[in-house]
Nanobody, 124 residues
Framework: QVQLEESGGGLVQAGGSLRLSCAAS????????MGWFRQAPGKEREFVAL????????HLADSVKGRFTISRDAAKNTVFLFMNSLKPEDTAVYYC?????????????????WGQGTQVTVSS
């Protein structure tokens, strides 16, 4: 079965950086789009980043553009979220998600498989 395992979360000061990883198994990685979402306390889960499997297009939420980057390593079946210039409002549980659609978009309902999440806390 498809499994996603996130890692790399932690506590960081504002202005710092983190790299999140999501290792995927049980799927043909090159044929699955990979996304990142996050959920802050008391808020709904929101889209952060997408790496589509077709042509390798990427998309970032406006709130993270210029600070976050998404990339994937096909040899390791892993997708990364590089987070720079972190702000306290980036504090959330970050989830990796995947779907066979070439472009599932920003709606979480379009993603079939999810990881358990990793906590990111940014202190001011």
């Amino acid at each position: 079965q498809v499994q996603l395992e996130e890692s790399g979360g932690g506590l960081v000061q504002a202005g710092g950086s983190l790299r999140l990883s999501c290792a995927a198994s049980g799927l043909t990685f090159r044929a699955y789009s990979m996304g990142w979402f996050r959920q802050a306390p008391g808020k709904e889960r929101e889209f952060v980043a997408l790496h589509g499997w077709y042509a390798g297009a990427t998309h970032l939420a406006d709130s993270v553009k210029g600070r976050f980057t998404i990339s994937r390593d096909a040899a390791k079946n892993t997708v990364f979220l590089f987070m720079n210039s972190l702000k306290p409002e980036d504090t959330a549980v970050y989830y990796c998600a995947t779907d066979a659609s070439p472009w599932p978009g920003t709606d979480e309902h379009n993603y079939r498989y999810w990881g358990q999440g990793t906590q990111v806390t940014v202190s001011s």
